[in-house]
């Protein structure tokens, strides 16, 4: 074999090591309209997000949707990687790594009743609405994909 074709060879099998991914187990619970499942395609502006971010950081993400206790007992039991979409609590923090900067923040939502008219001033907006509060969430990970610093 030349020399040449050996050292493109080896250049070869160089980068194709270098573009093969990570494999992380990412678990949460179907939560419309962040994550869902739609068409048998996973859905939703945390998914999308999150999805960017680990292939843009080198993993190849495998996302399992669960009910919200069997997702938080298999990071706990290492069966996950990281958890989608859990807030932070002192429980929490002693359990799971958690990202200096949430990847969201607090949010207020209001929800009218379908059968109500839709109100037209402030004054009966605040009448009418139920407010939910949306803590700060992040993508939590165990101990053992803790980023290095």
Not at 68 to 83: P, T
């Amino acid at each position: 074999m030349k020399p040449t074709v050996q050292l493109l060879f080896a250049f070869a099998l160089l980068f194709c090591g270098a573009l093969r991914a990570d494999p992380i187990t990412v678990v949460t619970e179907p939560w419309p309209p962040y994550v869902f499942m739609q068409d048998g395609q996973l859905r939703g502006i945390d998914y999308e997000v999150s999805q960017h971010i680990l292939l843009d950081l080198g993993y190849q993400p495998d996302w399992r949707l669960m009910p919200w206790k069997r997702a938080q007992h298999e990071v706990l039991a290492g069966q996950a990687d990281a958890i989608l979409d859990i807030t932070v609590n002192p429980e929490r923090q002693s359990q799971y790594h958690f990202p200096a900067e949430p990847s969201q923040t607090a949010s207020r939502y209001c929800f009218i009743a379908p059968a109500s008219p839709f109100p037209t001033t402030i004054s009966r907006i605040c009448a009418a609405c139920a407010s939910a509060y949306r803590p700060a969430t992040a993508m939590a990970t165990t101990s053992s994909i803790r980023p290095t610093t």
